[in-house]
């Protein structure tokens, strides 16, 4: 089988795939009720949220998660901001757009972010009353400062929603003490289950804002659709709205035991962090460069790596056949310049597959004509990953 370093979905666990497995649980059982609950106990953890934020958790898609984002904040006619990264933050404008605000889209060319004082005037001058932004773009690679930007939010008074589909769990986020209103994911990223659940955790002020809204959202998106259900299981009772995804439920606790398991999140977001920076040094070996233009701007869930001269997205192939699953560009401007690598999840935890990786990709590079030197490339990243 070969190993899927896309990012996202991610390879899972051996202990995740295992608690997942076996005779689906009923909605309304024992044991499916206390994971529900201890899940939402444990969002609020690693979303580092207060104690007054709401989880919730739905069957679903990132994709979801971020059309429930959009509709519980806005109303029709209401101006809003999105920060333009990537190809994620058009789908968040679109869905806005949608729901029938009028928004006005910050742009950056690929592998940048707008500056924050562009940000700051496009707030100023539609007195937008909700500002997203995506936390890391899945299709160049680069994190936003969310912390900045939320902090903009507020002073501006409107609320802030980071779609963290590739972040969350793996980049640094403080829900709380940034005072951001919505931080919204899906499981088969940095969660380290496989596709199907929605997750999201709303600030007071975003649960606010959904009960003033003249235009309530469809029902299966509806905040007050999921509030009940939500409080039940984490007081440990039974609910019902509409069915659960109950096997990978069953499983979320196993997921977050494991992000949780050295050091807590912070300890989570570290591993990351060296993660990435161990494929960093060796992109560099490999004479390669990142399509995020600032190192400070360089995801630790992915890199965006740009093929060197006379290399195209023929590499992509060329890694498959050596046994590893690498995604090809997505942003409609640069999409044949660059290839993609996820380095989130379990996959940190195994030396084999990271060696794998960088060799199967410094062994496709020297097939495609760009000589590349395995050894050096692994070991310009175990000095990193082993410090
Ligand atoms: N936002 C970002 C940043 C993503 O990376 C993705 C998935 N690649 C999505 C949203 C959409 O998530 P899903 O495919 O689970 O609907």
Redesign the pocket.
């Known amino acids: 089988m070969s190993l899927l370093m896309i ?2 979905p991610i390879e899972v666990s051996p202990a995740v795939i295992e608690a997942g497995s076996g005779k689906p649980p009923g909605h309304l059982a024992a044991d499916f009720i206390e994971a529900f609950g201890h899940s939402l106990e444990q969002m609020r953890v690693i979303w580092k949220a207060s104690a007054d934020s709401q989880p919730f958790l739905v069957a679903g ?4 998660a ?1 059309e429930i984002a959009a509709t519980n904040v806005v109303d029709p006619g209401e101006p809003v901001v999105v920060v333009q990264t990537g190809w ?1 933050s058009d ?1 968040m404008a679109e869905m806005a757009r949608r729901r029938g605000a009028r928004v006005t889209v910050v742009e950056s060319p690929a592998g940048e972010t707008p500056s924050l004082d562009d940000i700051a005037a496009a707030m100023t001058k539609t007195r937008a009353k909700v500002l997203f932004a ?5 299709s160049t690679g680069v994190r936003c400062d969310a912390a900045a930007y939320a902090a903009l939010a507020t002073e501006h008074g409107a609320l802030s929603v980071f ?1 963290g ?3 969350t769990a793996a980049e640094r986020f403080d829900m709380e003490s940034w005072g951001a209103d919505i931080y919204l994911t ?1 499981s ?2 940095a969660i380290g289950l496989p ?1 199907g659940l929605a997750l999201l955790v709303a600030s007071p002020r975003a649960l606010a804002k959904r009960s003033r809204l003249a235009v309530a959202p469809p029902m299966t998106m509806d905040f007050e659709s999921w509030l009940p259900i939500m409080k039940s299981y984490e007081a440990r009772g039974k609910g019902y709205f509409a069915t659960p995804a109950t096997s990978l439920v069953k499983a979320l606790p196993v997921a977050f035991g494991e992000l949780l398991s050295e050091d807590g999140i912070d300890g989570c977001f570290a591993r990351h962090q060296r993660g990435a920076d161990a494929f960093r040094a060796a992109w560099s070996a490999m004479g390669l460069s990142l399509v995020a233009s600032r190192p400070e701007l360089a995801a630790n869930t992915l890199s965006a790596v740009r093929y060197p001269e006379g290399v195209g997205p023929s590499l992509v192939g060329r890694i498959a056949e050596r046994g590893v699953v690498v995604a090809g560009g997505l942003h409609p401007d640069i999409k044949t310049e660059y290839f993609r690598v996820g380095h989130m999840g379990d996959v940190l935890r195994r030396p084999d597959a990271l060696e794998t990786t960088v060799r199967a990709i410094a062994d496709a590079l020297t097939a495609e004509g760009h000589a590349t030197d395995a050894d050096a490339a692994w070991k310009a990243f175990c000095d990193v990953f082993e410090r």
């Open positions: 990012p996202g898609s990132g994709t979801l971020m994620f789908r995506t936390h890391v773009d899945t779609d589909v590739c972040a899906g088969q990223k596709a």
